[in-house]
């Protein structure tokens, strides 16, 4: 007997990428308040598999709109960020576009990173590293004032070797060839995602990552409170 039922619908979709956006489990306002703002962008450029396609769909859905009238953290880039590399924008008279040259920013600034994002290329561990300081320093900021900004914010150091026999007991036994990476250990024993060892350690989530699979050590999946 022949089927006469529906032909199933095979073909691709214009937005079929958007099933696959790692912003689609997540809670709204992670993308809609500012202090979320580092964890929404790490979302979008950490663990997305399409933010050139998202980066491209919000590139040309507010190509020429007003600042007033773009919202949230979209392919890891801010509304305020978005709007001031739209050269087409209206409001630049006062406050000129930030339209990069041939000769690219130097990697570790804020606009080496913002060019990075809004070009879609691979962000350097240096800018990336640099954003998780500015991080810090914000929230540092806003939680006890105005801090005076610091060149380098180092690990929090080791434990020192003589320390008491119960202490020794309490702490996971080391593993790594380097400090850095005895202290990544320490902290995924200790039950942190690579998310909260990289803001403990000042580092990019991808450096930790490294560091965890150099060791042989699976994620966390459920975060130490």
């Known amino acids: 007997m022949a089927y006469t039922g529906a032909v199933p619908d095979t073909r691709a979709h214009r937005h079929d990428w958007?099933?696959?956006?790692?912003?689609?489990?997540?809670?709204?306002?992670?993308?809609s308040e500012t202090k979320h703002?580092?964890?929404?962008r790490?979302?979008?450029v950490v663990r997305c598999p399409v933010?050139?396609?998202c980066l491209a769909?919000?590139?040309g859905l507010e190509r020429g709109v007003s600042k007033d009238r773009r919202d949230g953290v979209v392919a890891g880039l801010t509304a305020h960020e978005r709007w001031r590399m739209d050269a087409t924008a209206p409001g630049h008279s006062t406050h000129p576009a930030l339209v990069f040259t041939d000769v690219p920013p130097k990697c570790g600034t804020q606009n080496a990173l913002l060019r990075h994002l809004w070009h879609g290329d691979r962000v350097?561990?240096?800018c990336w590293s640099a954003e998780v300081r500015r991080d810090r320093l914000n929230r540092a900021t806003t939680e006890t004032g105005p801090a005076e900004p610091q060149p380098e914010i180092a690990p929090a150091p080791e434990p020192p070797a003589d320390t008491t026999?119960?202490?020794r007991a309490k702490q996971p036994p080391a593993k790594g060839d380097t400090p850095h990476e005895r202290r990544v250990y320490r902290l995924w024993a200790a039950g942190f995602s690579d998310l909260q060892i990289a803001r403990r350690m000042a580092v990019s989530v991808p450096q930790v990552q490294r560091v965890r699979e150099r060791?042989?050590?699976?994620?966390?999946l459920h975060a130490a409170s």
């Open 18 to 31: 958007m099933e696959a956006m790692a912003c689609r489990n997540e809670k709204p306002e992670t993308f």
């Open 37 to 40: 703002e580092h964890e929404a």
């Open 42 to 44: 790490i979302i979008c």
């Open 51 to 53: 933010r050139t396609q």
């Open 57 to 59: 769909h919000v590139q």
């Open 124 to 126: 350097d561990p240096d």
């Open 165 to 167: 026999k119960n202490q």
């Open 215 to 220: 060791l042989g050590l699976l994620p966390n």
